[in-house]
């Protein structure tokens, strides 16, 4: 006779809904008991016994490892994902639309003006004690779901009190103590904080508040005068050079500490960091149209741009436990500044001269985040609650352009007829939301350990952006003394007037100046998970949502006028379900199927004129955009052999309807990027994961007991662009007029973003108390497209290459204080950034820059 026992994944319920199933069988035979009983699934990690769905994950002890800095290069080390930019995390070959982020289970707002999902730099790894990625949707998270979800969670309340601070100083062989440039901005810039220098000058705040265009027809010449001179002029238009760009450096301090009572602990973490780097780029960007069967260069230019990236962060939490109650009060804050000073030069068809283009530029980006989340345990019941607000700005104050021509030369600039800007923008991004969920075991005959959840959850998300854009013009040719002049005294107060420099408002020229934008969804699940089997458990659920977007463009001199607008107002019906065969001992099975959405992101949708200062281009929304749907279907076997110790192999299909894809199209000034709805897109790959620790008895001196990391894993994945007869498109250019799809898109062309290959390895060493570890660090990523071609054009591809880093740590004790000693090598293999255009033997080289070597040191100490 057998005597099946319940799980002992049942146990877990007090903590979760969702788990994977341990069993034990014991038999008996002529009523004697045999000794061997058989538990599956002890070696399956936590995190994966808690849930139904396939899913990665980042554990503390990788954090470590890695010594990667922000949550964005962590998430490189999971099988399927790459990063975009070193901010923007792709699953699965699927850009960052089709995936969501949130933190400690909270959407979170983005201060992008491209993006509405925020950006992953922005979150250091000091905040975070560990990520998970869930590939498969369940109805219990937001229907925003394409290549997966990614919740970032925070440091915990530790169980003893701490306090523990470090620091690191690093180089760059193509950027620190080399040639680069730079220019004054304000005293304090090396702090991430203006002083005041770049506030939109007094003058000119009060001409704005007015509501008129700032020109000869709203302001007399005196007044056009005073506004003029009240511009900074040499601290933010003079470029300088300097031969030594510093050092990067860093700076950390947490601490935190638990008070147990008879009641209950009440426990509290804080976490500060303060982080500044550097680095020069001199890139190669080149334009040009189709020729024959070949390419022919338009635009052949030289960047030069040296950048300062500031990033201060904070983490505050405290928490309550009760018997059966546990209350956390989360709040984060970062502040990412970029200043940079940037000069391009080269052949210019377009402006028949050889040019050159001087920028300065301060670009930052806040974010804070508040939460407060609530866990209570009523016997079988379970309820979860969370609110959260959050708000995020972009300020790019004093973005200036000067572009001067090279005559004879000598480099000149007439103000009457060479560019020069000066723009004000600004980027308000809000977030409010809330949810419950509950949960409750339900005994009954037919499936053990079955749980019945359900749950709501309501979001609201508000962005307002508005840009203001300035330029001097004159109203003769000035003389070539006049234009040979240095820049701080070509706009000095003593040539600005009414026979020299007048002030114009061009804001508005190119698309709108500003736009205003929201989304609201309303949410409810239900979800029923159990063992329908002996070792088979299952998870069902369906989500109905509903969302209200909105997008509109804001005439800022005409409040009356109606300018292009957009509203996607939807009612979707979302199933999903996972089924998870524990086979064997420590091995399981998961299938998984699912419906869900992506919707257009609020700037693709915005006609409003942005230059992104990462790829030197100008995008421009389109207001004509539509959601995207998608079915998923997944499978993946694993295999566990301890703790943390695995092999998985996967397999993964998608058909998405109407993806969203980037394009590019000639203006007059350049190339110019925008959006369309493909018409169709289907991807599908494999996904491969080990991670083993090897104990070989080697008796040498510093490894004698040492244990061995071998992990690796690798995506294939295969995404094509289907375009049919008679399938047409929706593109900004038709003014909202259906275009054949034919002439946008290419049938069977690699879906955008999408990388065919990707790889990681990681060989390490660790001692056998952990004191010591080295790791070497290989991350690969295949040509993807990062955008469209313009018509008859080849797309643009972006080839990432092999990033080999190596790190290592070791932890030892002096004046009866734990310490640490860190090093990290990054990018040894001296990894080039190209984005080019190849046809017919000719290439382009779009963007490419040497990325350089890095080299840091660290020390830590607790206390």
Not at 38 to 57: D, F, H, L, N, Q
Not at 121 to 131: E, K, Q, T
Request: aromatic residues 10%; contains cysteine.
């Amino acid at each position: 006779m057998n005597k099946l026992i319940r799980p002992l994944s049942g146990l877990l319920l007090c903590t979760t809904a969702l788990m994977a199933p341990g069993l034990v069988h014991a038999q008996q035979a002529d009523g004697a008991e045999v000794d061997e009983i058989v538990v599956r699934g002890r070696y399956i990690p936590e995190v994966m016994r808690e849930t139904a769905e396939v899913a990665s994950v980042i554990t503390p002890e990788d954090l470590v490892r890695q010594g990667d800095d922000t949550a964005a290069a962590a998430l490189t080390r999971l099988s399927g994902l790459s990063v975009v930019s070193g901010r923007f995390v792709y699953v699965r070959g699927l850009g960052e639309r089709y995936s969501s982020a949130l933190l400690n289970g909270s959407p979170l707002p983005s201060p992008e003006p491209l993006q509405r999902v925020v950006p992953l730099d922005l979150f250091p790894s000091n905040v975070l004690a560990g990520v998970n990625v869930q590939k498969t949707y369940s109805a219990n998270y937001p229907g925003e779901f394409g290549g997966g979800l990614i919740d970032l969670r925070t440091v915990d309340v530790p169980e003893e009190r701490f306090l523990s601070m470090g620091f690191s100083v690093g180089i760059n062989d193509e950027t620190s103590l080399r040639r680069g440039l730079t220019y004054w901005g304000g005293d304090n810039d090396w702090t991430g904080f203006d002083d005041g220098t770049r506030e939109l000058p007094a003058a000119l705040r009060a001409a704005v508040v007015t509501g008129k265009r700032v020109d000869s027809s709203n302001f007399s010449a005196d007044e056009l005068t005073v506004i003029g001179r009240s511009f900074q002029n040499a601290n933010i238009n003079l470029l300088q050079s300097t031969n030594d760009v510093p050092v990067n450096g860093s700076f950390n301090l947490s601490g935190g500490s638990s008070w147990n009572f008879d009641w209950g602990r009440l426990g509290f973490v804080a976490v500060g960091g303060y982080d500044s780097g550097w680095q020069t780029r001199r890139a190669i960007q080149q334009e040009g149209v189709v020729s024959l069967d070949g390419l022919a260069v338009l635009e052949d230019l030289k960047s030069n741009s040296t950048q300062n990236d500031i990033v201060i962060n904070g983490l505050v939490s405290a928490a309550l436990e009760l018997d059966n109650h546990t209350f956390k009060w989360t709040n984060f804050y970062v502040r990412n500044v970029t200043k940079e000073a940037r000069s391009v030069e080269g052949d210019s068809q377009r402006a028949s001269n050889y040019i050159r283009d001087d920028y300065t530029a301060w670009y930052q980006r806040e974010l804070t985040n508040t939460q407060l989340t609530g866990q209570h345990r009523f016997g079988d019941l379970e309820i979860d609650w969370r609110g959260s607000y959050a708000r995020t700005e972009r300020d790019a104050p004093y973005e200036r352009q000067v572009r001067y021509r090279r005559v004879a030369g000598v480099y000149m600039h007439n103000p009457q007829a060479d560019a020069n800007f000066i723009r004000f923008s600004e980027l308000e991004d809000k977030a409010k939301g809330f949810g419950v969920d509950v949960r409750y075991k339900l005994d009954n005959p037919l499936i053990a350990d079955f749980t019945l959840s359900g749950g709501w959850a309501w979001y609201d998300n508000t962005r307002y952006s508005d840009q203001r854009v300035f330029r001097f013009f004159m109203n003769s040719t000035p003389s070539d003394a006049f234009q040979m002049q240095r820049v701080d005294f070509l706009y000095s107060d003593y040539n600005i007037g009414p026979n020299g420099l007048v002030l114009r408002d061009v804001t508005g020229a190119e698309g709108a100046a500003a736009y205003e934008a929201g989304l609201e969804t309303n949410a409810f699940y239900v979800q029923g998970e159990g063992e329908i089997l002996p070792a088979v458990r299952a998870a069902f659920g369906v989500r109905r949502e509903s969302g209200d977007q909105f997008v509109q463009a804001i005439d800022l001199f005409n409040t009356g006028a109606t300018l292009p607008g957009r509203r996607l107002e939807n009612d979707y019906v979302l199933p999903a379900g996972t089924i998870t065969w524990n086979f064997a001992e420590n091995q399981q099975l998961r299938l998984g199927a699912s419906k869900t959405i992506a919707r257009p992101q609020f700037r693709e949708q915005a006609p409003q004129l942005y230059l992104d200062p990462e790829s030197d281009r100008t995008f421009i929304g389109n207001p004509y955009l539509v959601d995207s749907e998608l079915v998923n279907l997944d499978a993946r076997y694993e295999r566990y052999f301890d703790r943390g110790q695995f092999a998985t192999l996967g397999v993964f299909y998608k058909s998405i309807d109407k993806p969203i894809e980037a394009v590019v199209n000639e203006s007059g000034s350049g190339l110019q990027q925008s959006f369309l709805n493909a018409p169709k897109a289907v991807l599908w790959g494999i996904e491969a994961e080990f991670k083993k620790f090897f104990e070989p008895e080697i008796n040498l001196p510093f490894i004698e007991g040492a244990r061995f990391l071998v992990a690796a894993n690798y995506t294939y994945t295969k995404a094509e662009v289907k375009v049919g007869d008679g399938d047409v498109v929706y593109p900004i250019t038709n003014g909202g007029a259906a275009a054949p799809a034919s002439n946008f898109v290419i049938d069977g062309a690699q879906l955008q973003g999408q990388s065919e290959h990707l790889a990681n390895v990681q060989v390490g060493l660790e001692s056998a108390d952990g004191a010591t570890q080295a790791t070497l660090l290989a991350n690969y990523a295949s040509e993807r497209i990062t955008a469209r071609g313009q018509a008859a054009a080849p797309d643009f591809v972006q080839d990432p290459g092999i990033i080999l880093d190596f790190t290592f740590r070791q932890k030892f004790t002096a004046w009866d204080r734990d310490l640490t000693f860190g090093i990290e090598a990054r990018n040894l293999l001296g990894e080039e950034f190209d984005e080019h255009q190849a046809r017919g033997g000719d290439e382009l080289k779009i963007n490419a820059y040497e990325l350089g070597r890095s080299l840091s040191v660290s020390f830590s100490a607790k206390f």
